[in-house]
């Protein structure tokens, strides 16, 4: 295995940017290097398993068999209320297949009690290719996005945990994630919170909304993604306040990002879709190349030096000490819900695309070093724009299923990400990026419009690839006074070691 070397010369210093949360109940977590999962309980009496929180598909799926590296499955004979269709289904994902059969069963979750049981469609895993990973602390998936991305089978049409929901109540319901990433700095696993929230309650705090341009995946209008200069970062950094919305009056001397017809038109030429189960943001790639570029410089500029690897191949950086970064916000653009020539920003600090993906403090337990590695939360993607939870992480999201919106608010816990805006540009953004490129739905069935989903890519899961057996083999001067300037013909000199 190739192993990073790394080139250390930076003040070290120990603090953490994390906002605190006090009190807070989390029912969602994750092992580092893996997407947020729920405890769900299945079946009477309840079995209760780990699923990942998927607004990349639409499916409940869980594993049924005994896999070599994970005991934990659900236990088909063990439930008095199974039903079980004898149809055969399954499902392709970017990584990663399974097939299975399609069952219902009750279903419900012990840390929201408040929502009601309900039976639905569940498709129970009995093979699966490259799906489950080595060592993963889940055992399925919770699809929260819309129907047509469901599993498929012959004639079967797998329904959503969510439609049976809003179908026993006879009401809508949306969902809200909070994902906070880590806790402190020496500990990598991440904690969140899933609330399902009633439509008709209404929440009359105010959000940034962007549109669901179609409802299957989560698909919305991304116009921009680029590296914030000084300059623009400051204005919404300076009105953070803690756990409202950040509403930025921009007047008209501050000058407002035009928004590149050729770069928006290129994110989403296919699809740019908004999918908790997919780690990273995931670009076409010479716009991946181009913002990973603009970061590395920054870097240098900053005398952080860390190699290509890690910038352009996913290889992770690892220090003896955690990082505090001073490397600039990743602004995205997203369509306004309110007004087609409208956008705003969320603005995300290094927190969230430098990824904490193991943290280890050996201090004084003697002999063995202590680490600390991330990796960048960027990659590239064919011609897709994913926005993988890493944006979400530090705001508060809100899928609001039956209107076709997504609200974005700051929170109180993770990565101190902002929003501002809203931004007017002169013309449509619709039309000047090509958002609405006509796709004939009502023309295609459920079944081949499926069938054509899972073909072409089925989302999800680039979680799963998160291996966190990083090479650590680092490298590290001593730590030199900020104040004093160094060549990167110096920190060249630094000595590496590979594997
Ligand atoms: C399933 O039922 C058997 C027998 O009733 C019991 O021994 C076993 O512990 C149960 N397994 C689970 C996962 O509930
Ligand atoms: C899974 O991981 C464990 C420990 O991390 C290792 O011992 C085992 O060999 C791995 N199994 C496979 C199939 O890779
Ligand atoms: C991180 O925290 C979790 C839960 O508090 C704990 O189970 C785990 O062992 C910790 N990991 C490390 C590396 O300390
Ligand atoms: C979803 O949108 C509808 C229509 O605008 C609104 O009535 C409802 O309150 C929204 N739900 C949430 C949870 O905000
Ligand atoms: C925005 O700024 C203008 C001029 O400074 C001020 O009059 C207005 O009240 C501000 N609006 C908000 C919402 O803060
Ligand atoms: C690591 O552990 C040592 C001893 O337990 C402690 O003094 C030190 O503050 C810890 N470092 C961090 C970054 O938490
Ligand atoms: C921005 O556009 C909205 C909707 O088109 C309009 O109501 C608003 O007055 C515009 N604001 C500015 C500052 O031009």
Redesign the pocket.
């Known amino acids: 295995m190739f192993c990073m070397p790394i080139i250390f010369i930076f003040q070290l210093i120990f603090f953490s940017e994390l906002k605190q949360s006090y009190a807070e109940d989390f029912n969602l977590f994750g092992e580092a290097g893996q997407a947020y999962s729920i405890e769900i309980s299945i079946g009477h009496?309840g079995?209760k398993l780990n699923v990942i929180v998927d607004t990349g598909s639409a499916t409940l799926a869980i594993a049924s068999y005994q896999r070599p590296d994970n005991d934990k499955y659900f236990?088909l004979?063990?439930s008095t209320s199974i039903y079980d269709s004898g149809q055969e289904i399954q499902a392709q994902y970017s990584q990663g297949t399974w097939v299975g059969k399609l069952v219902s069963d009750y279903v419900h979750f012990p840390s929201m009690p408040n929502v009601t049981e309900v039976r639905c469609d569940i498709a129970l895993i009995t093979k699966s290719h490259k799906f489950f990973m080595n060592g993963s602390g889940w055992q399925g998936l919770l699809g929260l996005a819309y129907l047509p991305v469901g599993a498929w089978g012959d004639n079967v049409i797998v329904g959503s945990w969510l439609d049976s929901m809003d179908h026993m109540l006879n009401k809508p319901m949306s969902f809200e994630l909070k994902l906070c990433s880590v806790l402190g700095i020496t500990n990598a696993t991440h904690y969140g919170n899933l609330k399902i929230l009633d439509d008709q309650i209404s929440n009359k705090s105010f959000m940034f909304r962007t549109p669901v341009l179609r409802k299957r995946w989560f698909v919305v209008g991304v116009l921009s993604v680029h590296v914030m200069s000084d300059t623009m970062s400051s204005v919404a950094s300076k009105l953070k306040t803690g756990n409202n919305a950040t509403y930025t009056n921009i007047t008209q001397s501050q000058s407002i990002y035009e928004i590149n017809e050729g770069l928006c038109q290129r994110l989403n030429e296919q699809k740019s879709i908004v999918d908790s189960g997919t780690t990273n943001i995931r670009l076409p790639d010479d716009i991946f190349r181009q913002v990973v570029n603009e970061l590395r410089n920054a870097a240098q500029t900053s005398n952080v030096l860390i190699l290509d690897e890690f910038w352009y191949h996913g290889e992770a950086a690892c220090w003896p000490e955690p990082q505090r970064w001073s490397l600039p916000r990743l602004a995205i653009h997203l369509l306004d819900f309110d007004a087609e020539n409208q956008y705003f920003t969320l603005e995300l600090p290094p927190q969230n695309y430098m990824r904490v993906v193991s943290a280890r403090n050996n201090s004084g337990t003697g002999g063995s070093v202590s680490e600390f590695c991330y990796k960048l939360g960027l990659e590239a993607g064919g011609k897709e724009t994913v926005l993988g939870y890493t944006v979400m992480e530090g705001l508060q999201v809100v899928f609001n299923r039956s209107a076709g919106w997504i609200g974005w608010r700051t929170s109180n816990c993770g990565p101190n990400a902002t929003i501002s805006g809203p931004y007017n540009t002169s013309s449509s953004l619709l039309v000047r990026c090509q958002l609405i490129e006509p796709l004939s739905d009502a023309a295609i069935s459920i079944k081949a419009a499926q069938w054509t989903l899972f073909v072409i890519s089925m989302v999800a899961l680039g979680v799963l690839v998160y291996l966190l057996t990083p090479c650590i083999k680092m490298l590290i001067m001593k730590p030199l006074p900020r104040s004093q300037q160094i060549s990167l013909s110096q920190a060249a000199l630094v000595e590496q070691e590979g594997t």
Do not use: V
């Open positions: 009496p079995q236990h004979k063990n």
